[in-house]
């Protein structure tokens, strides 16, 4: 990469924020964003070590050209975390995998099987949560294990518990996101990653025998091979567990700071749909996911050289001033645009349909519906973090009297 | 080339010559047209490549698959008993020329 071929492309090469630390980003990613998006759609972010796009038209752009912008990233964490997923295949791999989820994911199978499950969860731990009392942390006590359980049964992990799952998740997450290359980190991971084995390996034989509607149930026939039927449900247990917990616990925080919002959702309830997607959207449970471009290439007049590794931060390109009015605002009446938090293309979520079952559905609703007086405890306020994976870290709440 | 004729709500009207072998939201998607998303991609997972078809060319369409009728009960705007289908099932072919659709007023 030459000035001079960058002149003849007409293209700039991305600026550098070298002021971006990935502390600052943990804490609070909003502010960065705004100040980087405002410059530039695209930069050169060192402590990242990657491209991160803010802009949502040039996220937009990445993730319907897997050609240009591959999945299949050189050194990925998340392969060496969870082994080769179809999260990070392009097709025509990424397409078989995909399709070996069949209906299990999709509105049907939620009508007929789901939602009663999902109920049932929410049932049980709001009586939890009712338990521990006000002061109680509602992400802990009923978002979490909510979370999990449902995953739990989806997935047919009926050798293992929703603390399994949850400590599944975190620990492969956090290896997926072991920049540090901390040895603890993977060891903690690479554990997780046995028992997910060993619990795969012993419930399949089960699973065939008495098959069902969850996933391991329709994995047990071998639609496609073992070690991505592996890799699938690693993935599976990272992205489908921390990310309705987190929407939930972001979409009940926002309400509950915002009691004009609050009053018109309680007085209509069909509401709980826009409250979803807005939350979606103002705080993306995936801020960032990666690809690596496979040419040289010219992204929104930014040059972008072969093998380039990008951060694409759809948590930025869901504030786009660009596509969204006021868009650090959570607002639930906004004029509804398409947000990039599920991803869009090929890899768009298959979990989608779940996550608004679940949250939008009946956590929400029969949230609001059995702690009458719902509110923000104001001695110990809530706290969120993060920015790869955003939520709230503890949501302290009171209810009644 | 085909001819897909989009209609909107406001009036206007976009229309695109297209290959054979591309798909309503396929060529919708590429030439910007607003009013279809296909957010997913084209695999009748997302519902918002919504199109109303017009009468004339409803029985040259392919037949409607499980997965497009499951989808077609999560539309952003309500479905049409006859006329409704996803842009990202129906494909310009020898046997599907032309086609108009309307499009509905929301996708998401």
């Known amino acids: 990469m030459t000035v001079i071929s960058d002149k003849l492309r007409g293209a700039d090469a991305a600026p550098t924020a070298d002021w971006v630390t990935i502390s600052d980003l943990h804490q609070d990613p909003f502010p960065i964003y705004r100040r980087m998006r405002e410059e530039s759609p695209i930069h050169w972010v060192p402590e990242v070590n990657r491209y991160m796009v803010t802009g949502y038209h040039a996220c937009h752009i990445i993730e319907n050209d897997q050609a240009t912008f591959s999945a299949d990233e050189t050194d990925s964490l998340m392969k060496r975390a969870m082994g080769h997923s179809m999260l990070r295949k392009d097709d025509p791999e990424h397409d078989v995998d995909r399709r070996s989820y069949g209906g299990v994911l999709r509105p049907r199978a939620i009508k007929d099987t789901w939602n009663a499950i999902f109920l049932q969860n929410s049932e049980k731990y709001l009586s939890r949560l009712k ?10 006590e009923y978002c979490a294990p909510y979370a999990a359980e449902n995953l739990r049964q989806v997935m047919g992990f009926y050798n293992a518990t929703q603390e399994d799952m949850q400590r599944w998740s975190q620990t492969m997450m956090d290896g997926t996101g072991n ?22 390996d012993e419930i399949l034989p089960y699973l065939r025998k008495h098959p069902d509607s969850s996933l391991l149930s329709k994995m047990a026939e071998l639609p496609i091979p073992m070690d991505a039927i592996r890799a699938n449900m690693k993935m599976t247990i990272g992205g489908g567990l921390n990310e309705p917990r987190d929407v939930l616990g972001v979409a009940v925080w926002a309400l509950l700071s915002r009691l004009d919002q609050l009053a018109q959702v309680l007085a209509d309830p069909s509401s709980y749909s826009m409250v979803f997607d807005e939350a979606v959207r103002w705080v993306a449970p995936i801020g960032m996911y990666p690809r690596e471009t496979t040419c040289a290439t010219v992204l929104e007049g930014i040059s972008l050289p072969k093998g380039a590794r990008l951060g694409v931060a759809v948590g930025a390109a869901n504030r786009d001033p660009a596509v969204f009015d006021d868009p650090e605002d959570y607002d639930i009446n906004r004029t509804k645009q398409p947000h990039l938090a599920f991803g869009g293309g090929n890899h768009f979520c298959a979990g989608a349909w779940v996550a608004r079952a679940a949250v939008a559905g009946i956590a929400l609703p029969q949230l609001f519906e059995a702690l009458p007086g719902l509110r923000l405890d104001e001695n110990n306020p809530a706290t969120a973090a993060g920015w790869v994976f955003r939520g709230m870290t503890s949501l302290p709440v009171r209810w009644g009297a | 080339m085909s001819k897909i004729t989009f209609h909107h709500t406001g009036g206007q009207t976009d229309v695109l010559d297209v290959e054979p072998g591309t798909s309503v939201m396929r060529a919708a998607v590429t030439h910007g047209i607003t009013g279809i998303v296909g957010e997913c991609g084209g695999q009748a997972m997302c519902a918002t490549c919504h199109v109303y078809v017009r009468e004339p060319y409803l029985e040259a369409l392919p037949a409607m698959g499980e997965d497009e009728d499951e989808m077609l009960d999560c539309t952003a ?32």
């Open chain 1, 179 to 200: 920049y540090a290359n901390d040895s603890d980190v993977w060891a903690r991971s690479d554990q997780s990653f046995d028992e997910v084995d060993d619990a795969i």
């Open chain 1, 131 to 140: 338990a521990a009392g006000p002061g109680a942390d509602l992400v802990w």
């Open chain 2, 77 to 108: 705007t309500d479905r049409d008993d006859t006329r409704s289908r996803l842009g990202c099932q129906i494909t310009i072919t020898d046997a599907l020329t032309d086609i108009e659709v309307d499009l509905p007023e929301s996708q998401v």
